[in-house]
Structure formats: structure tokens, C-alpha cells
């Protein structure tokens, strides 16, 4: 059983940033895709950025494209996602995940393993 826990959330104002973390158990962190989901109030939950476990390729959603940056320490066995011209519509609830498998989709079914959820707020 692989554990995510999150931390890093909290309240910001537009235009500043949060750095995530997603801290994950066990010895086979390197080999899996690490995302980053979000799900606001009434929408679906969306992934926003992914790594994959080798060569450190990236996606990134459109709406945060240029704004947000995932990376991850494998020797730590986390996961990051620097938050940075934060908008109040990137407030939401931020998930992190793995997908065992390297699928590589955008469907949150299609991931093995969650964290409990962090919360992002953004004033305006």
C-alpha cells in the first residue's frame, strides 16, 4: 500500500505563490508518474501537472501553463508543485497522485494512488 500526504496548502492573495508537497511512502516512488489534481467547488476534478519517473518530462493544463511548476526529489520520495501568480480561480482543493502504470491520462480513474487533499485558497 503506497501513502501520499500532502502538505503546503493554505490562504494566499492573488498574484503570490505556494510551494505543495506530496511526501509518499515506500521504495518504488521512482518508478511511478507523480500528478497534481485539483477540484473546485461543483467541477470535476482536473489534473493541472504531471512528472513522469525517468527523464523528468512534464504536462502541464493550459490554465496554468507558465504559472505552475511540478518537480520531484526522488531521493526524498516527494513530489512538489510551485504555485506561483496565484489567481483566485486556482482556488480548490489540490490532490496528488500516482499512476503505477505510466498510462499518462488526464482521468482521475485511471490513477492508482491519493492523498487526502490539500486546501488552496487565492483572494483577490
Known amino acids: 500500500q503506497v501513502q501520499l500526504v500532502e502538505s503546503g496548502g493554505g490562504l494566499v492573495q492573488a498574484g503570490g505563490s505556494l510551494r505543495l508537497s506530496c511526501a509518499a511512502s515506500?521504495?518504488?516512488?521512482?518508478?511511478?508518474?507523480m500528478g497534481w489534481f485539483r477540484q473546485a467547488p461543483g467541477k470535476e476534478r482536473e489534473l493541472v501537472a504531471a512528472?513522469?519517473?525517468?527523464?523528468?518530462?512534464?504536462y502541464y493544463a493550459d490554465s496554468v501553463k507558465g504559472r505552475f511548476t511540478i518537480f520531484r526529489d526522488n531521493a526524498k520520495n516527494t513530489v512538489y508543485l510551485q504555485m506561483n501568480s496565484l489567481k483566485p480561480e486556482d482556488t480548490a482543493v489540490y490532490y496528488c497522485?500516482?499512476?503505477?502504470?505510466?498510462?499518462?491520462?488526464?482521468?482521475?480513474?485511471?490513477?492508482?494512488?491519493w492523498g487526502q487533499g490539500t486546501q488552496v485558497t487565492v483572494s483577490s
Open positions: 512528472v513522469d519517473w525517468g527523464l523528468g518530462i512534464t
Open positions: 497522485a500516482a499512476d503505477t502504470k505510466y498510462r499518462r491520462s488526464r482521468s482521475p480513474s485511471e490513477w492508482d494512488y
Open positions: 515506500g521504495r518504488t516512488f521512482s518508478s511511478y508518474t
